[in-house]
Structure formats: structure tokens, C-alpha cells
């Protein structure tokens, strides 16, 4: 019983490093770049929420959608300031921007915010569920991180597969020359992409604070790293990929820290990690790349 | 490619300045005219320096992004911080000079074995793959030293894994870091200490070996029909970087008087990438210049109080936004004549 709670809370978590996936995964797929400052999204997200609902006393669901609209607004402004600018120059000037923008994001927030953790109240107020005759405990937030994820999941392949937006995108990310002459408006398909991006970074931000809730300035930067990884584990660029990389990374961290060792949690996801890319180089569903001469 | 004497004039020049600058700033020391903040700077400097040029070949020569050579100066600064407090409590050895050579030899060795175990599995990999791999191994050894016990009990070391009841004096108490070293590092190793490296890595990179790494970086298909062993080329600048940022570390760590396990991790990965990146990639000079200014910045920035890291975070954006823009780069270009010949064949490989 104990493994299977442990189960759901590394579903739970996984969940959450799948949303943040996403936003890294839809951005490499089509802008071909790391974005840094994906996880200080998150973090801002955050705050908005908490400010919300602790200052301005705003209901939990209003909230949520001033925070996803001050995200969106936040990735977009983003891209137009520091990386459409460098479309043309190489991948590490690139990076380096997006960790400038990570670095101002942070120290932001560190100004308007202060350093001290925050307690972050959470906005499910609802009895947690208790199974097997209160042997299984589930807290609200963890089940409804789990619904999130599934409904952002398929809402997202059916936006990807099924309208001329996605469509665009998925053009962009193939060949952004041909996509471009076929009359496709690049610019705006980026744009679009980190919007979503930013807008899921918001969702992550309530999912993770109900579930961890402490927040200060840095709370993005490691579930980003984490994310990452997990979008690399899943192979990089593919939606499906960073769902299922995010999820098994999370039953992994939880796993691993629950019946091998506390201390050692983050090192087990990382190890594991390397394992998956030393055997499937390009990641669980990546595509194999061909080399031509 | 650059021109023989012109590559000999760039060298000659690199070093006399870094010579001409130690001679002023220790005559600066005795005179007790520097501040004390930048007299507590300059062997941080000096590592910084070594990190910079050693992932320089990496990234720059080698053509491989690592994020995580912070991991490196960690195994190194750890290792010199042990072998240092053993020669001190377990041989009597008083002599700090002679120590502080140990100990960074020993860092650099054991780092660079470490290199040699990491770039296996690694350099099977590319481009973001292996950047990720190796910005995992730097998290896994950040997250290893934090629960490795070390103390020194006569002449004998005891090690302790996720436990810290050991006899003797700890040296390395897990999460707490190493505490109460013996701070033996000083500004004159950590020069000589930056000459070596450059040494080294302009050897490398001008030597047979050296055109072999960057033939494989330009070309890895072409550069294998010619006969080029790509893996042992590749592994041969992974792990000469590695020794160099393990004698950094140990330096680094001979200098603080005690030092955090959790002090390298992605984020100071991330700020070498930074001196490199900015300092220019594949540029060895550069790299120095950009490490000296970009360690010394933030504290510059200080009158700023709480707004110097955003100041920080700007300056990078503006750099990198501005360095990009394809207008001033004619206008560099034209104003320096000379650089014409040099970019093309960098913007070629972008």
C-alpha cells in the first residue's frame, strides 16, 4: 500500500515535470533552442497566484487565469526582446541569452518578493480521498495534477494535429525555410509556441506550490532542470515524449528516494537518465537522426 | 586559419601581458595599494581563468557543449582539500608550497580520471544529448560529495558514505563541505597555475593532435574518411579539460576556508559557459579577458546593492543582443579590417 501511494505522488510529480516538458519541448521542437528562463516562468506564475489569492483577494480560479495571462504575456515580450533578435546567430548565443533572461527573472522576483520562502496556500480545499478503507491516502492536489496533465495532454495533440495553427507548427519545426515560403508567418508560429509554453508554465506553477509549498525566487530553477531532462529522457521536440519522459521521471525521483536513498534522490534521476540516452541516444520516442554525406 | 606568425604574435602577446600584469599587481600587494576586495579576488581569478580556458577546449576547439565542468572542479577541489589536510595531519608535511603542488597535482589526476570514466559513456553522444548527459553528471557528483565523509586519522584516510561517524579529524563532512582548511593557496601558484594551463592548451590546440580535434569538429564524416580516430581525439580534449578544471578546483578550494559541496553546481557550470561564450568561442585570450572582467564585474556593481545581479543579467542580455545584431557587426567589421578573415570561417561552421 505504501508502494502504491509512493506510486501516485511519483505520478503526481511527474505530472508537473510533464507540463514544464512541454514548454521546453514545443520551443526546442520549433525555435530549436533551450529556454532557460522557462523555468523562472514557473516561478513567476507562482507568485502571481500567491498575490492573488493572499493580497488582492482575487478567487483561486481568477487567479489562475491572471496568472497564465501575465505568463503568456511574460514569454511572449521574452522571445520579442532577447530571441528574435538572435534568430540568425548560433545556438550558444542563444543559450547564453536565455540564461541572462533566467538570471533577470530571478533577481526580479528576488526585488519585488524578497528572499524569505513564502507558504503557499493551497487553492484545493477539498478532503483528501481515502481508499482501501483509509489505507490509501490521495490529497486533492495530487489527483488533480494527474486530471491536469491528462486534459492538457490531449487538448494540446488535438491543438497540434488538428487546427492550421498546429499545423504550422509543426511545419516550422520540419524545415522553417520551407514553411516560410510556403507563406506560413514563422514569427507568429514562434510566438504562438511560447505563449503556450508560458501559459502551461503557469499551470505548473500552481500544480507544483500546492503540492511543495514553498516559493521563493529560485523554486523554478530546479523543477526546470528536472523538466529538461525529462524532455531529453522522452526525446527532445516530441510532445508525446516529454508526457511520458516527465511521468516516468517523477515515479523515478519518488521511487528511487522512497526505497534506495533520500540523499542520493536527484543523482538516481540523473543516472537513470544517462542509462536511457547511453542505450536510445536520441531519447524514449525521439527520432533516430540519419547522417548524410 | 591563422597564419604562423600571426599566431606567434598573438601568443607572445597573451603572455607578456599576463606577465606584465602579475609583476604589477604583487609590486601593487607589497605596496599595500590594492583594495582588499581585489586582493581576495585574484585566486579566484586565476581558477576562474583555468575553468574558462579548459572548457574553452572543449566547447570552443572540440566543438562540444558540456554544462557541467563545475563537476570536474568540484572532484578537484575535494580531492586537493583531502590530500592537503592528510600531508598536513597524517605526515607532518609544514611546507605549504610543496603541499599546495601536491595537492593540486593530485586534483587535476583524480579529475582527470573521473574525466576519463564520464567520456566514455559521453562523447558517444551529440550536440544536446551530450550536453544534457554531462549537465547530469555534474548534478550526480554534486549530489555524491554531498554525502561523502572523509577524515584522517594518523596516517590513515577513512571514508564514509552517507555517514559521518568517523574517527580522526573530518576533513569532509557531507553536506556541511569541507571546514576549517588550511587556506595554502596564494596569488603566485595560482599564476603559474594559469600559464600552465595556457601552455598546454595552446600546445594542444597548434599541435597535429590539435588540427585532428577541430578537423573532427568541423567535419566529423570528412575528418574520419581522412583517418582520424574521432572518439580518442575528442576524448583527448574532454579530458585534458578535465585535469585542468581539477587543478582549478583545488587551487579554488586551497583558498577558501571552507567550501560547500553545493557551491558547484549547474548555475557555476553555466557561468564558465558564460566567460567562454562571451570571451569569444574557440578563442583562448579571449577567454581570460572575459573571466578576469566577469568575475570582477558583480563586485563592481556592488554600489548597485540589491539591483547588481539584475544589472548582471541585463549587461548579458544586451551583450549578447547587441554583439548579434548583424548591423554593428559590419560596423565592427569595417572599423577592424583585420578581423575580416578570422569570422568568416567561424560563421561558416555556425
Not at chain 1, 50 to 70: E, T
Not at chain 1, 123 to 136: K, M, N
Not at chain 2, 233 to 247: I, S
Request: proline share 4%; net charge positive.
Amino acid at each position: 500500500m505504501i508502494f502504491l501511494s509512493n506510486l501516485v505522488n511519483g505520478i503526481s510529480l511527474g505530472s508537473i515535470y510533464a507540463i514544464i516538458a512541454l514548454g521546453y519541448t514545443m520551443v526546442y521542437g520549433i525555435a530549436k533552442m533551450l529556454n532557460f528562463a522557462h523555468g523562472d516562468v514557473i516561478m513567476v506564475g507562482a507568485y502571481i497566484i500567491f498575490c492573488g489569492a493572499q493580497y488582492w483577494g482575487l478567487p483561486a480560479p481568477v487567479a489562475v487565469l491572471l496568472a497564465m495571462l501575465v505568463c503568456t504575456v511574460l514569454g511572449m515580450t521574452i522571445e520579442k526582446l532577447a530571441y528574435k533578435p538572435l534568430r540568425q546567430a548560433t545556438g550558444l548565443a542563444v543559450l547564453i541569452t536565455a540564461i541572462g533572461m533566467s538570471y533577470l527573472l530571478q533577481n526580479t522576483a528576488l526585488l519585488i518578493w524578497g528572499a524569505n520562502p513564502k507558504v503557499f496556500p493551497s487553492p484545493f480545499s477539498t478532503d483528501a480521498l481515502h481508499l482501501f478503507g483509509g489505507e490509501l491516502v490521495i490529497k486533492p492536489e495530487t489527483l488533480i495534477t494527474i486530471l491536469a496533465n491528462v486534459v492538457i495532454m490531449i487538448a494540446l495533440s488535438l491543438f497540434i494535429s488538428r487546427t492550421k495553427m498546429g499545423k504550422a507548427m509543426r511545419c516550422v519545426s520540419e524545415d522553417r525555410g520551407a514553411a516560410e515560403l510556403m507563406g506560413i508567418n514563422v514569427n507568429r508560429t514562434i510566438s504562438v509556441t511560447f505563449a503556450i509554453g508560458s501559459a502551461l508554465a503557469a499551470i505548473a506553477g500552481l500544480l507544483l506550490c500546492s503540492s511543495y509549498p514553498m516559493l521563493q525566487p529560485t523554486t523554478g530553477s530546479m523543477p526546470g532542470i528536472k523538466a529538461f531532462t525529462a524532455a531529453v529522457f522522452g526525446g527532445i521536440g516530441s510532445i508525446p515524449g516529454a508526457m511520458l519522459g516527465g511521468v516516468l521521471l517523477g515515479i523515478i525521483e519518488i521511487l528511487g528516494k522512497a526505497y534506495i536513498s533520500t540523499e542520493l534522490g536527484d543523482a538516481i534521476v540523473f543516472a537513470v537518465l544517462i542509462v536511457v540516452l547511453l542505450v536510445r541516444p536520441t531519447g524514449l520516442l525521439g527520432k533516430p537522426v540519419r547522417e548524410k554525406v | 586559419m591563422k597564419t604562423k606568425k600571426a599566431r606567434l604574435i598573438t601568443q607572445t602577446v597573451t603572455y607578456a601581458v599576463l606577465i606584465l600584469l602579475f609583476v604589477i599587481l604583487t609590486v601593487m600587494i607589497n605596496n599595500k595599494s590594492i583594495s582588499r576586495t581585489l586582493k581576495g579576488q585574484l585566486i579566484p581569478i586565476c581558477s576562474w581563468i583555468v575553468m574558462a580556458v579548459s572548457l574553452n577546449l572543449v566547447v570552443g576547439i572540440s566543438g562540444e557543449l558540456s554544462l557541467g565542468h563545475a563537476g570536474f572542479m568540484s572532484i578537484g577541489a575535494f580531492s586537493g582539500i583531502i590530500v592537503s589536510g592528510w600531508l598536513l595531519n597524517g605526515f607532518g608535511m609544514e611546507d605549504p608550497a610543496l603541499r599546495l603542488f601536491l595537492s593540486i597535482l593530485c586534483g587535476g589526476v583524480i579529475a582527470g580520471i573521473f574525466g576519463v570514466l564520464i567520456g566514455i559513456p559521453v562523447l558517444r553522444l551529440r550536440g544536446d544529448y551530450l550536453a544534457i548527459v554531462t549537465l547530469a553528471f555534474g548534478e550526480i557528483i554534486k549530489n555524491v560529495m554531498n554525502c561523502v565523509y572523509v577524515s584522517v586519522e594518523g596516517r590513515s584516510l577513512n571514508w564514509g558514505f552517507l555517514d559521518g561517524n568517523l574517527p580522526g579529524t573530518l576533513l569532509l563532512n557531507g553536506p556541511m563541505g569541507a571546514v576549517k582548511v588550511k587556506t595554502i593557496a596564494t596569488f603566485g601558484a595560482g599564476f603559474i597555475l594559469v600559464i600552465f594551463s595556457l601552455i598546454v592548451v595552446l600546445n594542444l590546440v597548434n599541435s597535429r593532435s590539435g588540427r585532428a580535434i577541430m578537423a573532427a569538429r568541423d567535419n566529423r564524416i570528412a575528418a574520419e574518411a581522412m583517418g582520424i580516430n574521432i572518439t580518442k581525439y575528442k576524448m583527448m580534449a574532454f579530458v585534458t579539460a578535465a585535469v585542468l578544471a581539477g587543478m582549478a578546483g583545488a587551487l579554488y578550494g586551497l583558498s577558501m576556508a571552507t567550501l560547500l559541496p553545493t557551491k558547484f553546481s549547474f548555475n557555476e557550470s553555466i557561468n564558465v559557459l558564460v566567460f567562454v561564450v562571451l570571451g569569444g568561442i574557440g578563442n583562448i585570450p579571449g577567454s581570460i579577458v572575459s573571466a578576469t572582467a566577469l568575475t570582477i564585474l558583480p563586485e563592481k556593481l556592488r554600489f548597485l546593492q540589491n539591483y547588481r545581479m539584475l544589472a548582471y543579467a541585463i549587461l548579458l542580455i544586451l551583450v549578447m543582443v547587441l554583439g548579434n545584431n548583424p548591423l554593428l557587426k559590419t560596423l565592427w567589421r569595417r572599423l577592424i579590417p583585420g578581423r575580416n578573415r578570422e569570422q568568416t570561417g567561424e560563421e561558416m561552421r555556425a
